[in-house]
């Protein structure tokens, strides 16, 4: 009945299943579609940020560079076409100087003093660049001309130093020992009644025939605010394909370049966000202390008035050389709009890709409705030709199971009517002395004692009593029930000791017992035959060595977490590496020619596994007993205590 429950089970799962199934698998596609959707998107939305913020942070960041290499390019050429303007200017005045001597020179009156009176009246007018001048100095540091501060003319300046400490003179005066004209850079007051001095810049050539040198320099921070200017105006002229923008403050906070023009020139310094914070001191401390580098803030600064949030990430950068902070920035915004839109359509696309799952899911349970049960028929017809072959296969199966038991338990009977027939020598020995004791007596009248016939009569008895219990164990041993008993693991080796003792004495082979004492429920003759047979094994190996040496079985018995576990070993040499693998397959032996069967270790790895649910294995092992190295084959069982 339960075979036939059991078609009829899976001929129901066959014609129903596949709905069921498709029903599922459909679900399960569903729910896996939409986890990868999901999670498409997920890692979508993660490029698409990596990809906006990489993109424009390179943007921003590349025009503030572009911005910055331009400030710093026009500086330079700033710097070039002032140092070029002022030669030019002092080659100018230079040749003007060369003309009047040239000219005065060749006068009757001529006089050096005249000469170069002519040249301070021709050159103290003489301006360019709004606030440059000329000067002209004697080789000798005597200050003959000078156009902003004619209160030095006829000083000599020889020991003069500037705020530095230069002797500007003699360090002027050793240049140009070597150079016609030289640029050279001094400290000197804008004032005449200044206190302090600046940086300046000048231009000076060397006049051999008056041993002169004429000059004329500008104030760096003139050329600094000039430029300065000059670059503000054109960046704030600038225009920027939108969203792309610049910004530039000083570090004091004030706006040099800003979008919204009406922000230029106001400080924002202290100006906080809604969230509470500096965010220009912010970036300003954050340009200085890293020199350039992204930040992310909430602007105070919309430029455009439809965005509802501030949230934005700038690039900043320090110009040390002006104290200026360029940066650039974008929106985080549009990035927002984009992840809302690739959600709205992830949503549209699950919807249409559901629709057509479970379009596709109900055209294919139609047609696997007509193919399952048509399957079913067939499977029906095929499970009947498969139950009669499975129960003859069966039938022959455990016949030969049985036969094999039988086998295996004729050839321990054989091995154990030996063992029987050598320990019933030595009762009936001593049956047959005490009863020939009591007939000389039934025959002589006080032949013996009366403690002579009481000895012999308990001869008889005990002799009778140990035949019984040989036959007793015997038939225990072969009795074909087979039902789980609690008993002593100990027991069952005293059991065993029993019935083959013997074979082990008369071949002068020792066995050395660690056994303890364990219970456990079981198959105990089971378990009675497999030690049998593993002991028998272990003789017969011995038997083979020379007398010469020691023959050793060594068993111990121990439990570990609620197994247990049984070592019997022998040093017999151990068995070939090319049969160890096979010793429990079924007719495998290496005794043919002594009659072996091969089936004694098949039967015992099947008791264990089936019957005892345990395993047995086998390996050689090397060891060392009283001094002495041996090597030998070691069976090892593992058995739970409880079935």
């Not at 429950?5 to 399960?28: D, H, M, P, T």
């Not at 041993?477 to 609690?486: H, L």
């Not at 002068?508 to 003759?525: A, M, P, V």
Request: glycine share 4%; with cysteine; proline share 1%.
């Amino acid at each position: 009945m339960d075979f036939l429950n059991k078609e009829n089970n899976i001929i129901r799962l066959i014609q129903f299943g596949a709905i069921i199934s498709i029903i599922i698998v459909s679900f399960v596609i569903t729910q896996i579609f939409i986890k990868e959707k999901k999670s498409n998107l997920d890692a979508d939305v993660k490029k698409m940020e990596e990809n906006y913020l990489s993109f424009n942070k390179v943007v921003v960041e590349n025009l503030v560079n572009k911005i910055y290499n331009l400030i710093e390019l026009e500086r330079k050429f700033e710097k070039e076409d002032f140092n070029n303007e002022i030669k030019e200017e002092v080659t100018q005045a230079y040749s003007l100087i060369l003309s009047i001597y040239n000219e005065k020179i060749n006068e009757k009156e001529f006089s050096k003093e005249k000469i170069i009176e002519s040249i301070k009246n021709a050159l103290r007018d003489t301006r360019f660049n709004n606030d440059g001048y000329f000067f002209l100095y004697k080789m000798d540091g005597e200050n003959i001309f000078n156009g902003e501060f004619p209160e030095i003319e006829g000083k000599n300046l020889w020991e003069y130093t500037d705020s530095k400490g230069t002797f500007l003179l003699k360090e002027m005066n050793e240049i140009l020992k070597s150079k016609d004209e030289t640029f050279y850079e001094w400290f000197w007051k804008e004032k005449f009644n200044d206190e302090i001095e600046y940086k300046k810049i000048g231009f000076f050539k060397k006049i051999p025939e008056l041993n002169m040198f004429v000059g004329a320099g500008y104030y760096e921070k003139n050329l600094k605010k000039r430029t300065q200017d000059r670059i503000l105006k054109k960046l704030n002229s600038f225009e920027l394909k939108a969203p792309e923008h610049i910004f530039i403050y000083n570090l004091d906070g004030t706006c040099l370049v800003n979008p919204k023009k009406e922000l230029i020139g106001t400080n924002r310094y202290n100006v906080k966000s809604e969230d509470g914070k500096f965010n220009l001191k912010d970036m300003i401390n954050f340009s200085i202390k890293n020199k350039e580098g992204f930040i992310e803030y909430s602007s105070t600064v919309k430029l455009n008035e439809s965005l509802i949030s501030n949230n934005k990430i700038s690039f900043v950068k320090l110009y040390e050389n002006w104290n200026w902070m360029i940066g650039s920035g974008f929106y985080l915004e549009e990035l927002n709009n984009r992840i809302i839109e690739k959600k709205e359509d992830l949503i549209l696309s699950n919807k249409k890709t559901i629709n057509e799952i479970v379009l596709i899911a109900i055209i294919i349970t139609f047609f696997m409705i007509i193919i399952s049960f048509y399957l079913s028929r067939l499977i029906n017809n095929i499970f009947f030709e498969y139950k009669k072959r499975i129960d003859l296969e069966m039938s022959n199966t455990l016949e030969k199971e049985k036969l094999l038991m039988q086998q295996s338990k004729m050839a321990t009977m054989g091995e154990m009517i030996a063992s029987i027939a050598h320990q019933w020598k030595q009762p009936l020995s001593l049956i047959s002395l005490s009863n020939g004791l009591l007939k000389i007596n039934n025959e002589i009248k006080d032949f013996s004692t009366p403690q002579e016939i009481t000895n012999a009569i308990e001869n008889i008895d005990n002799s009778v009593h140990n035949l019984s219990q040989t036959i007793d164990d015997f038939r225990n041993f072969f009795s074909p029930n087979k039902e789980k008993v609690v008993f002593d693991i100990s027991e069952a080796f005293e059991d065993t000791f029993k019935l083959i003792n013997s074979q082990f004495k008369n071949n002068d082979i020792e066995i050395i017992k660690e056994i303890k004492n364990i219970e456990l429920l079981g198959y105990k003759n089971e378990l009675l035959q497999v030690l049998i047979n593993l002991l028998k094994n272990s003789k017969e190996a011995l038997v083979e060595k020379s007398n010469s040496i020691k023959k050793y079985i060594f068993i111990t018995v121990e439990n570990n977490q609620n197994k247990v576990i049984i070592k019997i070993k022998d040093n017999a040499g151990g068995i070939s590496k090319e049969n160890l693998n096979k010793v429990f397959d079924a007719y495998f032996t290496t005794k043919e020619k002594s009659g072996g069967t091969g089936i004694g270790l098949y039967i015992c790895k099947q008791i264990i596994e089936n019957s005892m649910k345990g395993e047995i294995t086998v390996s050689n092992v090397e060891y060392k007993y009283e001094d002495e190295n041996y090597m030998g084959a070691e069976f090892r069982i593992i058995i739970p205590i409880k079935l």
